[in-house]
Each structure stands twice: as C-alpha cells, then as structure tokens.
C-alpha cells in the first residue's frame, strides 16, 4: 500500500527528471543553432580570406592602382600590405556584424602541380608550375582581437564560444589559355615581340634615348618602352610585322575581320593547341583604319588590347598562338605601307586579360587574381 509521502517523492523525482530533461533538450537545440551560427561565421570569414587573398594578389605585379608602377616583381611588399589592410578595413568584410581587426598575410609560390602542396615560402627559387601568391588566414577563435563565436542557448550546457577560421590563396599568372572576348585580332610575330621584350626582367625594353628607329619617323622618349610598328607582312619583314586574325574562323573577309575589332575572339585559345589562329590573306587596309579609329588616338577602345603571337605570320593560314601579349595600341595607318603603332606593357591596371586562365610565357598580359586555395 503506497503512502501519500512515497507518492510525493515519486512526484519530486519525476519533476526533476522532466526539468533536467528540459534543460537538455534546450541545451542540444541551442546547440543546433549555435552550429548553424558557427557556419555562417565560417562562410563570412571564408569570403573576407578570399577578397583579401585576390586584392593582395593584384597588386604582386606593377599596377598603377598599386602605386608599384616601377617595383621589382613580384612585389611582394605591396602585395602583403594591400591584402593586410583590405582585410580589416572598414568599409567591407564584416563578421557576426563586426570588422575583421587581426589577419595573417603571407606571401610566396604555389606550386600548381599540387607537388609540393602548400604555400612555399620566401626566400624560395620557383621553378616553371610555381606561381606568385598572396595567402590569408583570419582566425575568430579567441587567441586575438577578432574574438570568438558568440553562442547563445549553448550557454546552458557551458558551451560560452566556438572556434572558426579560414584561410585563402590567390595566384597570379602569364596567361595559358584566353577566352572569349579577350584577345585583339592582330597576330604579331614572336621574333617582333622579341625585339622589344626583355624576357629576363618580364617588362618591356625600355629607350634609352630620344632618337627614331631606322624606317620610323616616331621619337622614342628615354627610359619609356620603346614605340614600335606592326606592319603587313604582306610589306614588312617577319621580324617587323603582323597580320590580321579571325581566330577560329578560316574566314579571310576584312568586314569580318573589322568586326572582331572591338568584339574579339569567340571562343577560348589555349597555348600551343591545334590547330590555333587563322592568319588571313591580303593587306586589308580597312582594318588599320578601324584600329586607328579605336586606338588611344582615337576613341580609346582598342587602346589597351591583349593580341595573340605566333611564329610567322607571312604563312596564311592557321598558326598555334605561343604567347598573349599586352599592347598599348597608340595609332594606325594605311595605305602602300601600312602599320599599327604600339609599345609593350605589364602594367596590371591594363593588361589583365578577361576570362584568362592558366599559365604560359611572360609577354606581358596576366590572367586575373584566382584563389587556388
């Protein structure tokens, strides 16, 4: 026979089981939003790693927006600072409502092979798959400034913070590949480009006085890259000339080729590969006419353009593209000998071609800033 005191026992046990219980279950549901809080964290710290890494990125070569328009390359001072202080500014990468205040930046190659992995670090001598890179770590996890994940119903089950991290890596390179819409249609040939790139520093060879070339009527201006001439090969030697491209297309039409002027290639090129631009016949002076319209002298749209180089283009017909140079298109002229009038470039504010991608020779162009961690 149960007395009425064993009964409230019972009751008191029970009441006490249900609270722990319920104290249990709020502590593993607070813990479910508390986890689902951390990967927000995670997420909005992973995009502030990434903006840093690719505005680091940007500025490991000379660009005027770096201000390291005469600095060694890679610049990896500029670089670091630039990734530093974009990733705690002010104006962008927030986190659980506050700004980033500690980063770690560091700089050196990524070897694209994945051979070895990581980040390599400075001082190192690269090799031909190693590329420049910015890396960034931003920590929330307690051992500085940014402080740690808040929780808030994990607190009952004496969870007070959680950990999160991340980490990116932004590379830059010569382009391998271009695709479409980021390549002028004028094929120079490689022993041209030679004559006015010096492949050692990977920067243009610069005047060293004011004289004319010999067959130029231009002044050079001293300690500037050198203006040159891109002349028909159907008038020029090999080594002073170019011709007009319609990429992909066997096509030898000057409308069609005139159109390709602003629009560019159709489809992507890729270093090497068969069976590469069609180089077309014929001297076709509406084309230098067209350049010159769009150059610098003219309305400035083809003044800064990325154009595809091969061996000879005196051969009609296709060639496989071994470099992407940067040119700064300044003039055109036609007529019984007609040219285009340029220089050479690396600075990054330029020639960052769209839609490049991966690596190939140093003539100038770069593909954009891209995480490759």
């Known amino acids: 026979m149960r007395t009425n005191g064993s009964r409230k026992k019972q009751e008191g046990a029970v009441a006490i089981t249900v609270a722990v219980c319920m104290v249990m279950l709020l502590g593993f549901a607070g813990l479910a939003i508390d986890i689902g809080n951390l990967l927000v ?99 929330k996890d307690g051992t500085n400034s940014n402080g740690a994940v808040r929780t808030f119903l994990s607190q009952v089950l004496g969870v007070q913070a959680l950990k999160a991290s991340a980490v990116a890596t932004a590379v830059l390179s010569q382009p391998g590949s271009v695709g479409p819409g980021g390549l002028f249609p004028l094929a120079m040939s490689k022993c041209l480009f030679d004559n006015y790139w010096d492949s050692t520093t990977n920067s243009p060879k610069l005047s060293p006085n004011n004289n004319t070339l010999p067959g130029t009527s231009i002044s050079q201006q001293t300690g500037q890259p050198y203006f040159f001439q891109i002349g028909s090969s159907y008038h020029y030697g090999t080594c002073d000339s170019g011709q007009w491209t319609t990429f992909n297309q066997d096509n030898n039409s000057a409308s069609y080729a005139r159109s390709l002027l602003t629009s560019g290639n159709t489809t992507t090129f890729v270093i090497g ?41 005196s051969t009609s017909g296709f060639q496989p593209v071994v470099a992407f140079a940067c040119l700064h298109v300044l003039n055109a002229k036609n007529g019984s000998l007609p040219y285009v009038l340029v220089q050479m470039s690396n600075d990054m504010s330029h020639c960052e071609t769209p839609n490049a991608g991966g690596f190939g020779t140093g003539y100038g162009a770069y593909t954009p800033p891209r995480l490759v961690q």
Not at 49 to 72: E, F, K, P, Q, V
Not at 76 to 102: C, D, E, I, P, R
Not at 286 to 313: E, I, K
């Open 273 to 313: 590969a068969s069976p590469g631009t069609w180089i077309q016949t014929g001297t076709e002076n509406t084309l230098f006419n067209g350049t010159a319209a769009c150059s610098a002298a003219g309305d400035g749209t083809c003044a800064w353009v990325t154009a595809p180089v091969v061996d000879t283009p």
């Open 41 to 139: 964290a995670r997420n909005q710290l992973q995009n502030a790693a990434d903006a840093a890494a690719m505005a680091g990125a940007g500025c490991l070569i000379r660009r005027t927006a770096c201000s390291n328009t005469t600095a060694t390359q890679p610049d990896w001072t500029t670089a670091k600072a630039k990734a530093s202080s974009f990733s705690t500014s002010t104006s962008t990468n927030q986190v659980q409502g506050a700004y980033v205040s500690v980063s770690t930046v560091s700089t050196g190659y990524w070897n694209v092979t994945g051979t070895p992995s990581g980040l390599e670090a400075l001082p190192f001598a690269p090799g031909p798959n190693d590329l420049p890179a910015v890396q960034v770590i931003i920590r």
